[in-house]
């Protein structure tokens, strides 16, 4: 039985709370910054000059009222004292203009007179309003400076407290869930072999560090401590669970499966760490892992990306929303491309399609259940949720390869990218409705249906009130717009705002008239959002960690240099580069994979004909169709995790045709795979 302290129990106090307290840091530290520099204008607006009253000005120490003739004098003796100076001959004769003397001397006064009159005027402008107003800029202002240089503690203490939470409760992302005593031994066996890799590396790359003789600053240190107390701990906990399996588990196994059932990221890390040792390497992956540090920020807003959609999952907005289309009637299969084409949205703001699912998964498919789509449908929906809206704007992953690669810009690749969008939404509706549809595509009459929309909208308008609330407050109060930079730190406020509105008002719906609401309060739907977010963080950080040292084995083994650095035919550079981007796709995150490409496959691309915004297009929906695709098919993977084992074990046993039996997958082969194929070779035949 699980132990309960103060209504929490160990695992919450142990890593949920504490999870809590360094997102909420993370929100903190990145609005304060905002507030810091409307604080810098409101100051300039109230006293003039702010910029140099922020500290107590100092009286200058040159004498405004010095006599300008005796200056003069002086100045002049000093001159020629120094021309009858032997060693000053030897540079030539030097002959001082009393004029230019005295307009010196005179400038000099004014500017001395000047100084002392700023002095005074600022002195005059230093009262208690002024005080009390810069020690809470000041405030704010050291509170930026500690947001920015606990950046990267923040994210290492949370991958590794995530990271140790996911092992603990069996969240880590697999190929298949542990089932058999076999599946758990194996898996928790090679875990604990990879954190002892991960411990090993980080300690031979602090080393490595020391025996350099590079002069290590004390940020730098603590990263190297903190590395390795989390990997020490996270080896404690993977023995820890080794020695304790649960009672639960089937007895004996299947080697190869048990082999399906070991984390991703234990695999990734026996690859590289292995590869790194042979080549004497072996702190390779401390290395790679520490690049992580150098994109803290986006790795942050992942993990806020995943705490926002938790706490989407809390609320009752996903199912009002589903309301709306509910009087139509809409068959499933289109209710289905609803659900995908809405949700390219949300996705185009998180960045990456895998993020999404992570985030809002879970809610898309319980919302296509109960509206009755089958199991396979709602499985192949939520796995392409984010597939469609990586491509909008203002998606992060596009900043990044307009930034990465000077051929392109992101009006031309958000231009582009809003057809690629267009395209992909009406393939999945053609094979939605065409394959293995199973409902009559009738619609209810207008005339019935608007109405019942129209009404269906109205429980909405105040979630659109407090949406625009937050995002008016930032616009004006802070002049911060929402984009894909400020999304990050807006969301999290937005859905705290929301779970706010719905304890006030369904509590008092309670009170006032006795409905049943499910909603458990606050503290509860806020505690139950970061129950589900540690986990998950853990799970998808590690393994993105992971990715870049996978990415730093194909860039230091030099693949791609096996291949040819330009082609004659564009045609034939552009079916090696399709096979290469979709392989990269299956392996690595986004970010990891682009930044990558830019380095190696793009240059090949370019010098074989293929024009560089058409090269991009491909390669964001050849990622899409990698990460739908097996034998690691990620967002499928993702999906499992967020929407539970048992709906998946459900959807396989099904019976029925061979398509039917793996609709969740080749649905979304056909439709991105047809996708890739005309955003890649219909374009050659215009311009190669």
Request: with cysteine; net charge neutral; proline share 4%.
């Amino acid at each position: 039985m699980t132990r309960r302290t103060a209504t929490r129990t160990g695992l919450e106090w142990f890593s949920s709370f504490p999870a809590c307290l360094l997102l909420l840091l993370v929100v903190i530290f990145s609005t304060s910054s905002d507030i810091h520099n409307q604080m810098l204008r409101g100051g300039e607006q109230l006293w003039s000059g702010y910029y140099k009253l922020r500290s107590d000005p100092v009286e200058p120490g040159c004498n405004p009222n010095r006599d300008i003739d005796t200056e003069v004098e002086r100045k002049l003796t000093e001159s020629r004292q120094a021309a009858d100076d032997p060693l000053m001959g030897l540079l030539g004769e030097q002959t001082v203009n009393p004029a230019d003397v005295r307009a010196a001397v005179e400038n000099a006064v004014t500017l001395c007179r000047e100084k002392h009159t700023e002095f005074a005027s600022l002195q005059g402008q230093i009262t208690p309003g002024l005080k009390a107003y810069r020690a809470v800029e000041g405030f704010v202002a050291d509170l930026i400076a500690l947001g920015l240089t606990s950046q990267r503690y923040i994210l290492v203490v949370l991958v590794m407290l995530c990271a140790a939470t996911a092992t603990l409760t069996r969240h880590h992302i697999a190929m298949r869930a542990i089932e058999t005593r076999l599946d758990y031994t194996l898996s928790y066996f090679l875990q604990t072999v990879a954190n002892v890799m991960l411990l090993g590396s980080s300690l031979l790359y602090r080393q490595t560090s020391h025996d350099a003789g590079a002069d290590i600053t004390l940020e730098r240190e603590i990263l190297h401590d903190l590395w390795i107390a989390g990997f020490l701990a996270l080896t404690m906990v993977s023995l820890y669970r080794l020695a304790r399996p649960p009672a639960d588990l089937q007895p004996g196994g299947d080697l190869i499966k048990a082999g399906l059932a070991v984390p991703l990221y234990t695999g990734m890390c026996l690859i590289s760490g292995t590869y790194f040792a042979l080549v004497g390497h072996a702190a390779g992956i401390g290395v790679y892992l520490d690049k992580m540090m150098e994109l803290s920020d986006m790795f942050l807003n992942v993990a806020l990306y995943v705490w926002v959609g938790m706490m989407l999952k809390q609320t009752r907005l996903a199912t009002l929303v589903f309301n709306v289309f509910r009087p139509w009637r809409m068959p499933p299969e289109m209710l289905a491309v609803v659900a995908v084409i809405v949700a390219a949205v949300p996705t185009a703001y998180t960045g990456a399609s895998g993020i999404f699912v992570i985030a809002a998964g879970a809610v898309i498919y319980s919302e296509l259940r109960a509206a009755g789509a089958r199991r396979h449908l709602a499985l192949a929906a939520t796995a392409m949720s984010g597939s469609l809206g990586v491509v909008l704007r203002p998606c992060l992953l596009v900043v990044v390869i307009a930034y990465l690669n000077r051929e392109v810009t992101t009006d031309d690749l958000f231009g582009w990218g809003v057809w690629v969008f267009l395209l992909t939404a009406v393939l999945f509706l053609a094979i939605s409705l065409s394959a293995n549809r199973q409902s009559p595509l009738k619609l209810a009459p207008a005339g019935e249906a608007l109405p019942a929309m129209l009404r269906q909208l109205v429980p909405l308008v105040p979630y659109v009130l407090v949406i625009a609330g937050v995002v008016l407050f930032y616009r004006w109060a802070l002049d911060v717009g929402m984009d894909e930079f400020s999304a990050p730190r807006i969301l999290p406020v937005i859905m705290l705002a929301i779970l706010v509105y719905e304890h006030i008002t369904l509590k008092r719906a309670r009170h006032t008239d006795g409905e049943r609401m499910n909603h458990q309060g606050i503290e509860r739907s806020i505690r139950g959002a970061t129950n589900d977010t540690t986990s998950e963080i853990g799970a998808l950080l590690l393994l993105l960690g992971l990715s870049v040292s996978i990415g730093g084995v194909i860039e230091r083994a030099e693949i791609m240099s096996l291949f040819p650095q330009s082609f004659a035919s564009p045609w034939a550079a552009m079916v090696l580069m399709v096979l290469v981007l979709v392989v990269l796709g299956m392996i690595m995150d986004a970010f990891g994979a682009v930044i990558l490409v830019s380095a190696t496959v793009a240059s090949i691309a370019y010098s074989s004909g293929i024009n560089p915004i058409h090269f991009w297009m491909t390669t964001l929906v050849a990622f899409e169709l990698g990460y739908l695709s097996p034998p690691v098919a990620l967002n499928h993977l993702l999906t499992r995790q967020v929407v539970g084992e048992a709906e998946v074990s459900a959807a396989m046993a099904q019976t029925g045709t061979f398509y039917q039996r793996h609709e969740r997958i080749i649905m979304p082969l056909i439709v991105m795979g047809i996708a890739l194929l005309l955003v890649a070779f219909v374009p050659l035949a215009f311009y190669a």
